[in-house]
């Protein structure tokens, strides 16, 4: 079952995120709801790649990490993102738990995360983290980067309306920096003014806009980084 710490010192967090409007908040989960969860993930093969770069877009679903039309592995094969073109791209695999969850099929924990994201409890805590009283629902996807995989720099305006604060719950047991996959976060000036690891059970929220990136994750990485992603936001996505 899916649950918050009983141990959040929520006014403490409340008083961080107002000093940076960002934050990350270690041991989000009950012990039991994170490592159920991470376990989940690593055994799930419900996996999509998906690609916005290099001037291609596209999402294939994966049967064992390939494509699941063996015609289409070359599009995954071929992928790269242009590193001289400023607008955000991406590479990374996705699990659609949101349409998961409204279909009912087969749920594991992880279908779970949107009706507890959802739920009072966490939109109550979110609210008083924040201080925001306008977050109405959150958005939720599970995404996974495996090596080679990254997030070009971007701040999440003019892509929909209504979202208010990104997150980011990881689910990567034993990270280590030296793997990439860090959330970062560049300054005017284009030096990391703060970068966060993928340390499990840690939640990070952030204010929309801010600019953000998920660093390439390292080809010599040894396991894949998981997360629940999306955004706390006014109200539910049209």
């Given amino acids: ?3 918050l710490s009983p141990d959040l010192d929520i006014p403490s967090l409340a008083r961080e995120f ?3 409007r960002r934050i990350r908040i270690p041991g989000i989960l009950t012990v039991a709801a994170a ?3 991470a376990e989940a993930m690593e055994a799930s093969d419900r996996w999509s790649t998906c690609v916005a770069a290099g001037g291609e877009h596209f999402e294939l679903p994966l049967h064992d990490r390939r494509a699941a ?4 592995q070359g599009w995954i094969d071929q992928a790269r993102i242009e590193g001289s073109d400023p607008a955000m791209q991406f590479i990374y695999d996705t699990r659609r738990i949101a349409v998961e969850h409204e279909t009912g099929a087969d749920l594991d924990i992880v279908s779970r ?3 507890f994201l959802n739920g ?7 609210r008083a983290v924040t201080g925001d009283d306008r977050i109405a629902h959150v958005s939720a996807q599970a995404t996974r980067y495996r090596p080679g995989q990254a997030l070009t720099t971007h701040d999440d305006t003019g892509l929909e309306s209504g979202r208010l604060y990104a997150y980011v ?3 990567t047991r034993g990270w280590n920096p030296d793997w990439g996959g860090l959330l970062l976060f560049p300054d005017e000036e284009g030096h990391i003014a703060q970068g966060f690891t993928p340390t499990f059970n840690g939640l990070n929220i952030f204010a929309v806009p801010m600019r953000h990136a998920v660093s390439q994750v390292a080809s010599f990485a040894p396991r894949d980084r998981h ?4 955004w706390l936001r006014v109200s539910e996505a049209v």
Wanted: hydrophobic residues 60%; charged residues 15%; neutral net charge.
């Fill in 1 to 3: 079952m899916l649950a």
């Fill in 18 to 20: 107002a000093s940076r």
């Fill in 35 to 37: 490592t159920a969860a």
């Fill in 69 to 72: 039309d063996p015609a289409k």
């Fill in 113 to 115: 995360f949107p009706a």
């Fill in 120 to 126: 009072a409890a966490f939109l109550d805590f979110a």
């Fill in 169 to 171: 719950l990881n689910l």
């Fill in 227 to 230: 997360s629940v992603t999306g």
